[in-house]
Nanobody
Framework: QVQLVESGGGLVQPGGSLRLSCAAS????????MGWYRQVPGNERELVAS???????NYVDSVKGRFTISRDNAKNTVNLQMNSLKPEDTAVYYC???????????WGQGTQVTVSS
């Protein structure tokens, strides 16, 4: 069982920055693949960034060079540093924990990110 609590969303101007944080509870946090997803009304939820237990990262092309995902297994936290934000980054962002072997899949409550002039 993993519980995820997100924070850091808000309203920023284009070109600005935000840092999203996800605090996880659970003894086996380090065994999960962690990711940040985003979703806008009428669209499917998309994977923005992911990070493995060992720290290997992947990003959707649209955020490469602008977003950075990180994790601290000792502190059970996952962050998403978002720089050079664009209006098209506007979405509800969700923290996700996934373990393939057990098909365990957990979601945070979501946090709104709005990029607007």
């Amino acid at each position: 069982q993993v519980q995820l609590v997100e924070s850091g969303g808000g309203l920023v101007q284009p070109g600005g920055s935000l840092r999203l944080s996800c605090a996880a509870s659970g003894r086996f946090f380090s065994t999960y693949l962690m990711g940040w997803y985003r979703q806008v009304p009428g669209n499917e939820r998309e994977l923005v960034a992911s990070i493995t237990s060992s720290g290997s990262t992947n990003y959707v092309d649209s955020v490469k060079g602008r977003f950075t995902i990180s994790r601290d297994n000792a502190k059970n936290t996952v962050n998403l540093q978002m720089n050079s934000l664009k209006p098209e980054d506007t979405a509800v962002y969700y923290c996700n924990a996934y373990r393939y072997s057990s098909r365990s899949n957990y979601w945070g409550q979501g946090t709104q990110v709005t990029v607007s002039s």
